[in-house]
Nanobody, 120 residues
Framework: QVQLVESGGGLVQPGGSLRLSCAAS????????MGWHRQAPGKQRELVAV???????NYADSVKGRFTISRDNAKNTVYLQMNSLKPEDTAVFYC??????????????WGQGTQVTVAS
């Protein structure tokens, strides 16, 4: 059974920092691209950052220079370090694990989400 369990969300003041963690089980973690997505109230879910199985990273323009995604394959965990947080970063953050096979089959798993609220 695949599980992605996020932690680290909470309430933080503007300009503050949080580190989200996502612990994966039931998958060969090192074979998956891992991503963080978020969904603000009334908005569509959007990609925040992704780290490939090879360690390459990509970020949404809105978080470049403020957020850093990393992974620890020995701990089956992906992290999102969020600095200089803004009220518009308020959202539920979701962890995603994705793998596409050579034949085109896609494995795609999601965590339950963790709330991040940036407010004074």
């Amino acid at each position: 059974q695949v599980q992605l369990v996020e932690s680290g969300g909470g309430l933080v003041q503007p300009g503050g920092s949080l580190r989200l963690s996502c612990a994966a089980s039931g998958i060969t973690f090192s074979s998956y691209d891992m991503g963080w997505h978020r969904q603000a109230p009334g908005k569509q879910r959007e990609l925040v950052a992704v780290i490939t199985r090879g360690g390459g990273t990509n970020y949404a323009d809105s978080v470049k220079g403020r957020f850093t995604i990393s992974r620890d394959n020995a701990k089956n965990t992906v992290y999102l370090q969020m600095n200089s947080l803004k009220p518009e970063d308020t959202a539920v953050f979701y962890c995603n694990a994705n793998r596409k096979t050579w034949s085109g089959y896609e494995y795609d798993y999601w965590g339950q989400g963790t709330q991040v609220t940036v407010a004074s």
